[in-house]
């Protein structure tokens, strides 16, 4: 194609996306202001430290959160919410996918068993099919990506013979679904997904005038790189903005340019309408030594300025969609201990699993962020550069530290060599001091293969060598 062919081409492509937006934002704005100025909390409960489900909700309410996500269809929970004025969407788990696909009737029995006892008492609003499905590359999970939408299907067919019409069905889809983000105007989704899976999807959502639901963190793009990235960009402070090339559209922070991404690859499908909602979206109040920029100054800052973009009236929207709202639910209530992975994936709360608050935040977005709390310095917005070792937590019980001792011993006969005895790191002869070497010997020698040091919840890195003259600690250098 000629260069004036491929400028007119761009041309008329963005003519659609941002007449299409304006459309949409005109039809639907009056449906949509009380949902998306509602701002919704993440309720997960990964954790042996967490509040009640009966403590919790009324943390919500003291939250004033306007809505909030289950990741499943818990009874209790459900039950307590009847009668609030809080929405609530709930889940199906990944493994009843294909059996809800295969059969109407394990559709129509999910859908008694978990909606029918609370609805309307409880404002039920979503059900979400699934979580971040895609995400997952095995050839079982494959084959829940072809059950996707029927299942999705069912669904809605056993909700509108039961004559329920207000609660939408939809999935929430990580941003590994695309193949391409940066700049917006090239966001496309990945080649095995977008015919098979997307392009029913999304057929299944505008059909049903539903949501794409996004799960979309700021903090992972801008972390690969936290020298050259812009962090105020990042956090919605920043005075630098960021042009598309191809678009001319201009960019104010990181989160736009993520979600127009996925708009302009759902308009390269031939969808350019369908509404979007940020399932899950937040900023890390704590991580791993190596996890720059995890703490608590960035988390408030983020999650406070997002709040007043999202409930700004009339709404802000996107770049690619300006005045569109976006119903918006922050991730997470709670720091959840029992979460696997590195450092972060436990700190993503706003509250203690005592109920105070982590930091100061103002969910209806009324307040001016200056009125909010002062928030500590934050020490590790710059990677650390130096030595980290991989020690025995406070709390662990010697029970569990003697399992993950065998098993981090077992894998190699060299990580726990020099514990032998009259070998150099036998004495002292405790679980404590052999589990610490053995977590940091195993940690050293295979973090490059994913390797972290948590050991079910057992260990916690440290800066500080835990070694003596005698027996020296292997180490991972940053």
Known sequence: MSS???SFALFLFNLIVLSSSSCYAIGNNKTLSSLASRIGINYGRLGNNLPSPYQSINLIKTLKAGHVKLY???QETLMLLSNTNIYVTIMVPNNQIISIAADQTA????VNTNVLPHYPQTKIRFVLVGNEILSYNSDQDKQIWTNLVPAMRKIVNSLRARGIHNIKV????????????????SGSFRDEVAAPVMLPLLKFLNGTNSFFFLDVYPYFPWSTDPVNNDLDFALFESNSTYTDPQTGLVYTNLLDQMLDSVIFAMTKLGYPNIRLAISETGWPNSGDIDETGANIFNAATYNRNLIKKMTANPPLGTPARPGSPIPTFLFSLFNENQKPGSGTERHWGILNPDGTQIYEIDFSGTRPVSSL???PKPSNNVPFKGNVWCVVAEG???EELGQALDFACGRSSETCAALAPRRECYAPVSVTWHASYAFSSYWAQFRNQSSQCYFNGLARETT?????????FP????
């Open 475 to 478: 180490s991972v250098t940053l």
């Open 107 to 110: 559709a129509d029995n999910w």
């Open 464 to 472: 500080t060598n835990p070694g003596n003259e005698r027996c020296k």
């Open 373 to 375: 709390g002062s928030l």
């Open 396 to 398: 662990a019980s010697e």
């Open 72 to 74: 499943d269809a818990d």
């Open 4 to 6: 004036p062919m491929v």
């Open 170 to 185: 939809g999935t929430p889809l990580a941003m590994d679904v695309l193949r391409s983000s940066f700049p917006p105007s």
